[in-house]
């Protein structure tokens, strides 16, 4: 049996992380931090296992976004180093293109965050 597919991308995969591909298309993305997660040994999409995983959770969202080196740093310098100062914080998030690829080859695309200019969400 075969039927019409007209949903969203993010959709057509099952994973609690957020890609690039979900919010592809759409530009800035307005979200505000729920809370910073840790988690450890988590299987990851494709099978490998992290030991120690840390993760935005958004309010009102069910995808997590893996928290990368870049994204860590971005957040650092706008909120501070304390993550406790990042709940409740407004941000966008955007893809990205020409990010370096974490498994080697061709750039890929990325999920970035930058600041939400008060009066402008």
């Given at each position: 049996?075969?039927?019409?597919?007209?949903?969203?991308?993010?959709?057509?995969?099952?994973?609690?992380?957020?890609?690039?591909?979900?919010?592809?298309?759409?530009?800035?993305?307005?979200?505000?931090?729920?809370?910073?997660?840790?988690?450890?040994?988590?299987?990851?999409?494709?099978?490998?296992?992290?030991?120690?995983i840390f993760s935005?959770?958004?309010?009102?969202?069910?995808?997590?976004?893996?928290?990368?080196?870049?994204?860590?740093?971005?957040?650092?310098?706008?909120?501070?180093?304390?993550?406790?100062?990042?709940?409740?914080?407004?941000?966008?998030?955007?893809?990205?293109?020409?990010?370096?690829?974490?498994k080697g080859g061709?750039?890929?695309?990325?999920?970035?965050?930058?600041?939400?200019?008060?009066?402008?969400?």
């Open positions: 049996m075969e039927e019409e597919y007209t949903g969203s991308v993010s959709d057509m995969k099952s994973s609690e992380w957020l890609a690039s591909t979900d919010i592809a298309g759409l530009g800035d993305v307005s979200v505000e931090i729920e809370k910073v997660v840790k988690s450890t040994d988590v299987k990851m999409d494709g099978g490998r296992t992290e030991k120690e935005l959770k958004f309010k009102g969202k069910d995808k997590k976004m893996v928290l990368n080196a870049t994204n860590r740093k971005t957040l650092a310098k706008m909120f501070s180093a304390s993550v406790k100062k990042w709940k409740g914080q407004k941000v966008k998030l955007y893809v990205e293109d020409g990010v370096r690829n974490p061709s750039p890929v695309q990325g999920l970035r965050i930058k600041f939400v200019t008060k009066g402008l969400e």
